[in-house]
């Protein structure tokens, strides 16, 4: 009996897809004693079958060929063997101002995502995943950290939410803690692809302070800042448009005024003194080098590409960065097959300009946007072939996401260049409503997460940083608050509630909404304390503004707060009153009482999108040549050597 199991067990076993016990069924076949098999990962009883299975390793099984042949039963039935999860690999994706409507499986029946439906099919599909913030940079510090923004000092207290500058002293304070951080002391090797906009520099051009380096990667490919239409230098500029206006409108007043004053002067119209003329002129040629040195160069100071610390192009080359992008992750996979990695792919896209390869330009019915949405599911797929073809399928635990909800204003002329959020009030910028932080949120991981499941209860892009660090045997840092909660037992199921009681929507550092999902009756409420002003009114969006502000007049403050119950109106379109709701005063009572509960958790930190923290400094723009003469490109040289 045994030769023949020598024979075909290989075979039977991998037909199963069960390869977790194929090493373990060769070493109990070839045992001496084969009633004495190595640790097993199956489960100690089965119930799959029509009756309990004692596990062959237990004390209930006796006799060498009995305790083998139940032994073979349980592992040659898929449903009853689970693949090792200890020291996955984790593929963690993430969007840039992707809508959760854009994506087929959350109802979008026009753009074509069939690679992330077909995650979706084989994993979780999470329905009410939240971000920590409706912006850039404070979504992925808390994504990184497990940790509101504000604790960390990236929410910012003036109108620029995110950083505007790769020159600025602001960023990632190197005391936070990254799941990056973490799985690199667990052995593991970890890299960064794609965005960053963290920051860079603290105190001179080569610190690093910021750097995904100094964050726990060993790798770091891709963009420290993010996509803006001045790297292409088509359409309206996206860094403070406004600013940039009043700023040219009084430099275009000083020009006026001298050359009123010269052609007086020469005119002989009225008298005034050359020393006056020159002395305006000078004053005028330097308040235009002072702001346009900054503005006027975004493309050469933010528009930039760099391998680990060193800049490979300035400015960047869009043509081939989707290339150069799903290159990098993939080697990266193929180098590290047979060792515990961690990938974080942070994409480019969707963002602004929308940067479309001529392959994938006019597919779409939805214009240039829908372009770059399928290219991106594109990459995806790309990403899991890669896992696929290095047989690392069920020994990866792959996540998909958005840094926060589609842009509602972004256009170029009368093309929307931004996201759909569904049935879901606002977008980007709008800390407060769902369409601003509620994303697509998907995991899979086969053999350990059932496939095709669909979880309503309430999640966090926060809550990546704890599931990472658990599984890969790390502990979460006792020494801080850490607002991620576990999401292996509701992904699997032995748990049917959420970790999540309260969560704090914030708009930059100012509380513009808590959620309360109340677990006893699983109704979630939601109350709003401040709502931005729409322009136009009834627009859903702030399209004279370009983006919501967070405070100011460009805000209605709400007592008592808005209250709505997304159990029954997810699209927020009904708020609730005393008149209406009897539970009114009982529940806006206790999510106040929340609120000042969790103030009491927050403690002052140095604010890093502060007005100093914020402004471009000359001496911290990361340059590849001497300042100021900052361009090269060093990929053209690489593939050329290629």
């Not at 809508?99 to 979780?124: K, M, Q, S």
């Not at 690199?184 to 690093?208: E, I």
């Not at 990098?328 to 180098?335: C, D, M, P, Y």
Request: charged content about 20%; overall charge neutral; hydrophobic content about 35%.
């Amino acid at each position: 009996m045994i030769p023949w199991l020598k024979e075909h067990f290989p075979d039977a076993v991998r037909s199963t897809g069960c390869t977790g016990c194929y090493s373990q069924g060769i070493a109990v076949i070839t045992s001496v004693a084969p009633h004495q098999p190595p640790p097993c990962s199956c489960p100690t009883r089965s119930t799959s079958l029509d009756r309990s299975v004692l596990h062959p390793c237990t004390k209930g099984a006796s006799g060498d060929l009995s305790c083998l042949n139940i032994w073979l039963t349980l592992c040659l039935f898929p449903r009853t063997c689970v693949s090792n999860p200890s020291k996955p690999n984790f593929l963690l994706i993430l969007a840039d101002d992707l809508g959760i409507g854009d994506v087929g499986c959350y109802g979008n029946d026009t753009i074509r995502t069939p690679n992330i439906d077909g995650l979706a099919e084989e994993g979780v599909r999470l329905t009410q995943h939240i971000a920590a913030a409706a912006v850039c940079t404070p979504s992925r510090a808390a994504f990184l950290t497990g940790r509101y923004p504000i604790r960390s000092g990236m929410a910012s207290s003036t109108q620029r939410q995110v950083l505007f500058w790769n020159g600025c002293s602001g960023g990632l304070p190197p005391n936070e803690t990254t799941f990056a951080r973490i799985l690199r002391q667990r052995g593991y090797s970890t890299a960064l692809v794609g965005k960053w906009h963290m920051g860079v520099n603290c105190k001179s051009r080569r610190d690093h302070c910021h750097h995904p380096l100094n964050h726990g990667f060993d790798y770091f490919y891709g963009m420290p800042f993010t996509l803006l239409n001045e790297c292409q230098g088509t359409g309206d500029p996206e860094l403070a448009k406004s600013l940039q206006d009043t700023y040219w409108f009084y430099t275009q007043m000083i020009i006026l005024a001298v050359f009123t004053l010269l052609i007086g002067k020469l005119a002989n119209l009225f008298s005034v003194k050359w020393k006056i003329v020159i002395c305006l002129a000078i004053c005028g040629l330097l308040y235009f080098i002072s702001w346009f040195s900054s503005y006027g160069l975004t493309k050469y100071w933010n528009c930039i590409l760099m391998r680990n610390h060193d800049i490979t192009e300035q400015p960047m080359n869009l043509e081939k960065t989707t290339s150069n992008m799903l290159k990098e992750a993939v080697s990266f996979i193929e180098r590290n097959k047979h060792r515990p990695f961690l990938l974080f792919v942070s994409l480019l896209h969707v963002h602004t300009p929308l940067i479309t390869t001529e392959k994938f330009q006019g597919r779409s019915r939805h214009g240039l946007y829908g372009d770059n949405v399928e290219e991106m599911d594109w990459m995806v797929g790309r990403l899991l072939d890669a896992i696929d073809k290095e047989g690392l399928k069920n020994a990866t635990f792959i996540y998909f996401a958005s840094d926060h909800g589609g842009s509602l204003e972004a256009h170029r002329g009368n093309a929307q260049f931004g996201g759909w959020n569904g049935i879901y009030k606002g977008g980007k910028g709008m800390g407060g409503w769902e369409g601003g932080i509620r994303v697509p949120g998907i995991v899979r991981w086969p053999g350990v997460l059932p496939a095709g499941t669909v979880i309503h209860e309430l999640t966090s892009l926060m809550d990546i940083f704890p599931t990472v660090v658990h599984l890969a045997g790390g502990a979460v840092p006792q020494d801080r608050v850490i607002d991620g909660r576990p999401l292996l037992p509701l992904l699997q199921g032995t748990v049917q509630r959420s970790g999540h009681e309260f969560m704090f929507h914030y708009c930059g550092a100012f509380l513009h909404a808590v959620r309360w999902h109340q677990k006893d009756s699983g109704t979630t409420w939601k109350a709003h304390y401040a709502t931005p002003v729409f322009q136009p009114e009834a627009s859903g969006g702030c399209f004279g503004r370009g983006i919501c502000p967070c405070f100011g007049d460009g805000v209605t403050h709400h007592d008592p707060p808005l209250l709505f119950d997304l159990s029954k109106d997810p699209s927020e379109a009904n708020p609730l009153s005393a008149d209406t709701e009897p539970l009114f005063d009982t529940v806006t009572r206790r999510m106040g009482e929340a609120v000042e509960e969790h103030r009491k958790t927050l403690t002052p930190v140095p604010q890093q999108l502060s007005p100093y923290n914020s402004i471009w400094k000359p001496w911290l723009q990361p340059c590849c040549g001497t300042f100021p003469f900052c361009w090269c490109d060093e990929e053209k040289k690489v593939d050329g050597i290629l």
